[in-house]
């Protein structure tokens, strides 16, 4: 056992040692003080420090970038040798399932074709959206209940706030705060990120809340009977113009009252390369430049946004 | 003021030790840069879907206050803060409060409870813990719901587990903060 600190300081007759605990005690109070007066500013007006922190998440780039690889590289490893180990009973499992796939692969080729003709019936066409960036994500917010995401890629690839990112299973988030060469992206999964969905295959309308603590909540639009079930799957609507319609968001786990609790089909933790897409409507840009804090609440929004509707 | 450590780290296996002294960079550098790695660390190994990592530039400083009481000023939680929240996802400001806080509690257990046990410091970093991550979910700006105070548990748990390791690893690092390096005539 030690002897604690504050016996090894008692400041005695010492003027100089009396006169230094007394300024310790001040300067602490006065960072309390500080803590407190920046908490409230960034809790009323949260991209405030965004300059800040994008100052230091550049500089700390080329560390996080390298981590991320490892990270991916290290999972691939205890993939080979799982599979190293598992490898007679895969076969077999393989070669059924090679089987299957073989009919699905057949009955898929019709549908598409079927696909194809009712497309041109309806004179629709695909579009297949070029990304703005491919990055990878080099790190999360793992320790705070708010839910983000740090992207390796930001305005120097024409990143910007406010543009979906998805990975090839689904929608993961959208940028939040972007600097030069990363950016912050708030996932599906935080308590303040709403989502407008709807019901693969039907168009039972909803909206997708985070929770914070890796699920959504979906809330259905129209009340009344609840037709959900366990395993629908939500697909983004399209409403609102930020996200293109159809990108795969959550599955349906268990049911609420008003709804339903979801489970989010694109983790951010198996996720390793993700694309930022540009906004589906570009003309809600100027609401999608707002990040969602501000605009809930207040009617305050950030630089150009208080203008234009004056010049209009 | 002469410690008795002074005197144990003098008598060394090899001679060499003799006229040798502390490194007065390491002294200071290795308790403030671990702090502020471990800020940064926590934001990068793994994209999780929920909070699950334990605080670790929070543990570090907890470890560091409770092993080695001389070594961090009591206004050295403005600066561990400051880092802390550009990369924890918290808004800014929130750990200086809260790092400031906890090194004047500590201070305020220091004065109270001078002696103290390995046992009696992991149950001090537990508690503070335990009321640090709630404190950061309530200021975390995020919607206070049910789902979200469970979903803090399995970190909550893993910070109290986590200490003695941490503390470990603070102890080592103090082997290397007074290693004997420097020469003196």
Redesign the interface.
């Known amino acids: 056992?030690a002897?604690?600190?504050?016996?090894?300081?008692i400041s005695g007759h010492s003027k100089k040692a009396q006169y230094g605990a007394f300024t310790?005690?001040v300067?602490?109070?006065l960072?309390?003080l500080?803590?407190?007066?920046?908490?409230?500013?960034?809790?009323v007006q949260?991209t405030?420090?965004s300059g800040?922190?994008g100052l230091?998440?550049d500089a700390?780039q080329p560390?996080?970038r390298a981590?991320?690889a490892g990270?991916s590289g290290g999972r691939g490893f205890i993939d080979s040798v799982q599979g190293f180990l598992e490898a007679g009973q895969q076969n077999a499992d393989l070669k059924k399932e090679v089987e299957i796939a073989r009919i699905r692969l057949a009955e898929a080729k019709a549908v598409e074709e079927e696909n194809r003709r009712l497309k041109a019936l309806l004179g629709l066409q695909t579009t297949d959206v070029k990304p703005v960036a491919v990055a990878r994500?080099?790190?999360?917010?793992?320790?705070?209940?708010?839910?983000?995401?740090?992207l390796g890629a930001g305005r120097s690839s024409g990143v910007k706030p406010g543009m979906p990112v998805r990975s090839e299973r689904g929608i993961v988030g959208r940028v939040l705060e972007a600097s030069r060469s990363s950016a912050r992206v708030l996932?599906i999964?935080?308590?303040?990120s709403v989502l407008p969905v709807r019901r693969a295959g039907d168009n039972t309308v909803a909206f997708a809340e985070g929770?914070?603590?890796?699920?959504i909540n979906i809330r259905l639009i129209n009340l009344g009977i609840n037709p959900l079930k366990r395993g629908d799957v939500f697909v983004t609507s399209g409403a609102g113009g930020l996200y293109r319609p159809g990108i795969a968001v959550a599955i349906v786990t268990r049911l609420t009252d008003d709804g339903a609790v979801a489970r989010?089909i694109s983790?951010?933790?198996a996720?390793d390369f993700v694309a930022v897409e540009p906004l589906w409507q570009p003309d809600a840009r100027r609401g999608a430049a707002t990040p969602i804090?501000e605009s809930l609440g207040t009617n305050d929004t950030v630089d150009g946004g208080a203008q234009e509707p004056e010049a209009q | 003021m002469i410690d008795r450590r002074a005197y144990k780290t003098r008598r060394g296996k090899s001679g060499r030790q003799i006229n040798r002294d502390q490194s007065p960079f390491l002294l200071v550098v290795v308790p403030w840069a671990t702090i502020l790695l471990a800020s940064y660390l926590q934001s990068i190994p793994i994209a999780t879907a929920g909070p699950l990592l334990p605080p670790l530039g929070f543990l570090f400083l907890l470890a560091w206050r409770l092993l080695r009481p001389g070594v961090l000023p009591i206004w050295s939680g403005i600066v561990f803060g400051m880092c802390d929240d550009l990369f924890s996802g918290q808004p800014f400001g929130s750990a200086i409060l809260l790092f400031s806080a906890t090194m004047l509690v500590i201070e305020i257990i220091d004065i109270r409870f001078p002696w103290r046990g390995f046992a009696q410091d992991w149950a001090i970093a537990a508690g503070i813990a335990v009321v640090y991550i709630i404190a950061t979910t309530l200021v975390s700006g995020s919607r206070l719901t049910l789902p979200l105070f469970a979903s803090v548990v399995p970190q909550l748990l893993l910070s109290i587990v986590a200490y003695p390791f941490i503390a470990f690893i603070v102890s080592r690092l103090d082997r290397l903060r007074n290693m004997r390096l420097r020469t003196i005539a």
């Open positions: 056992m002897l604690s600190g504050s016996k090894q300081r310790g005690y300067l602490v109070v960072a309390i500080l803590g407190i007066a920046l908490l409230t500013v960034s809790l949260p405030t420090f800040l922190r230091f998440s700390t560390v996080s981590n991320a990270r994500l080099v790190g999360s917010s793992s320790s705070s209940t708010r839910r983000f995401a740090y996932l999964t935080d308590s303040e929770r914070g603590d890796g699920l989010i983790n951010p933790a996720t804090e």
